[in-house]
């Protein structure tokens, strides 16, 4: 229906009336009330993005180094322990290969055993992987492309055969390796006996290289080595402990675990059976922080419903002489719900954007911010001569990464925006729709509501 001009003229003037009130007596662009309205909207936005991008982010880093490095479905007898030896697995895996066709990376045998690490007198708990590397000669093993970056030798996508062994580099700056040092590792050979036990063996391997998943634990606990030399040290020498698949796209795994289930008799357990309790912790906590986050927005949506509130109670006059004059309800109600729905839609937009910055440089604030303190906090030692341990405000051996990982989820931010438009409606519009039915009778026997 197309307006007269009368009104809208009228609808320019109520619109005009709106910033009037919205400003106020300040000389800047909103008042007090209404600007701490608009600013618990911005901060609760932008609260709300950096901290879901900085969980996104850990979430889709850890999901990233535990695929690459672990195989996605793995397929043992043994139901408690996988430690029975699987022997005729090449004919397995050639048969799973062929059943799985085109969603498999790689159907390969491994052995994956608990060992202990001597380094002169330092000993640890170390996992060993035995990998099937492809050969590229006859002296050297080819690394898969799934294989982690080698950050030294840098590039370096090959190994020696024989007693040569492929170590974190957390691991390497913890022991202070390098290329070319000596390891031994301790292992039970062969299977295990009610009679006898087992029998440990040790022996000595060089470093090779070594890698970076981005996960701690890996980096620092893992020491891979080819499967042939691992069944030597373990003592098996035509079988396996498992026989491992990789997939080309991780989110079938579902779908995919079925059709192993049609071709394996017995145990299948996939990587998210695996990791199940800390993803769900992870997702856990990840849900417990956006609903406290977003009952902060909530509650400076309420902020705006008082200052909407504080603008009608304070221009409850102007509302009489405004419909003396031929404004309608319609117009009141445009008139406050204009004000409070811009403060909602205007903080939550500047929220967005200023939390999609502020989680893109999250990590250099963080690093300025930790040196700032260290170095005041060295200042005072030194002064009062007292000891200063450095700050770091992201530990790499808690949060397992060398850097701040950041995932903004902008489908999130759409159904943010979405969510902070129908609150600003929601919170705009009850006290306006109080004030439209606000009667110049009440006004003039100063009638409270």
Partial sequence: MRLSKESLERLKLSLAISYRYARGKSRYFLSLNAFLAFFGVFIGTSLLVVVMSVFGGFQTQLKKSIFQFDPHIMLTIDRITGSEKITGWPKWKELIRAGLG????????????????RRRKYLDHVFVRGIDFPTSDGKNYTLPDYFPEIVEPAGSRTIPQGDF?????????????SIGDSIELIVPRGQFSLTT???????????????KTGHYNYDSKVVVLSLKTTQELYALPDAVQQIVVRLKDPDQLAQVKRKV????????????????????ALRLEKTIMMVIVFLFIIAAMVGIVIATFNMVRAHRRDIGILKALGFTRQHILLIFAVTGFAM????????IFAGVGLANNLENVLHAIE?????????????GQAYWADVRLIPRDVYYFDHLPIDIDWRLLR??????????ILAAGIPARKASRFEPIDIIRKAEF
């Fill in 102 to 117: 085109d969603d498999c990376e790689a159907v390969e045998g491994s052995i994956q055993s608990p060992a202990i690490l």
């Fill in 165 to 177: 062994a492929i170590v974190g580099r957390e691991m390497a700056l913890s022991l202070g390796l």
């Fill in 197 to 211: 036990g087992v029998t440990p063996s040790i022996r000595s391997f060089k470093i090779a290289a070594f890698f």
């Fill in 261 to 280: 289930a049609k071709i394996w008799p017995a145990t299948i357990r996939t990587i998210e059976d695996e990791q199940r309790n800390f993803f769900a």
């Fill in 344 to 351: 909602g839609v205007l903080g939550s937009v500047l929220g």
């Fill in 371 to 383: 040196s700032t303190i260290n170095f005041f906090g060295r200042l005072y030692a030194e002064h």
């Fill in 415 to 424: 159904v943010l925006g979405i969510v902070s438009v129908i609150l600003s």
